[in-house]
């Protein structure tokens, strides 16, 4: 059974910085996505970055609109460990924040092609 476990949440002025992270237990796939998706209240979970491996050390970045160029998504895998920084932040990024893994596949902005999900880690914009 994979475990993923996230840390860093908090409070931030709009227009600051957070970083946030995802550990795995164990890597499952030799094919991997490892995503972040968001949960804001009364909202519907929302994709947010994903990291993708089809294998051969190649690696893909992919970013939903609304955070594109103010979000990065890294990876460490010696530590099995997936990083979301999140600059410039805004009010309406506020959502409680979601590690997922699942298989390496094309619809990796859905959320039920994912097969582990972390607990979650609140992170509030506001001043």
């Known amino acids: 059974q994979v475990q993923l476990v996230e840390s860093g949440g908090g409070l931030v002025q709009p227009g600051g910085s957070l970083k946030l992270s995802c550990a795995a237990s164990?890597?499952?796939?030799?094919?991997?996505?490892m995503a972040w998706f968001r949960q804001a209240p009364g909202k519907e979970r929302e994709f947010v970055a994903a990291?993708?491996?089809?294998?051969?050390?190649?690696?893909?970045?992919d970013y939903a609109d609304s955070v594109k160029g103010r979000f990065t998504i890294s990876r460490d895998n010696a530590k099995i460990t997936v990083y979301l920084q999140m600059d410039s932040l805004k009010p309406e990024d506020t959502a409680v924040y979601y590690c997922?893994?699942?298989?390496?596949?094309?619809?990796?902005?859905?959320?039920?092609?994912?097969?582990?999900w972390g607990q979650g880690t609140q992170v509030t914009v506001s001043s």
């Open positions: 997922a893994e699942g298989p390496f596949v094309g619809a990796f902005m859905t959320s039920g092609v994912y097969d582990y």
């Open positions: 164990v890597r499952t796939f030799s094919r991997y996505t």
């Open positions: 990291i993708r491996c089809p294998g051969g050390g190649v690696y893909y970045a």
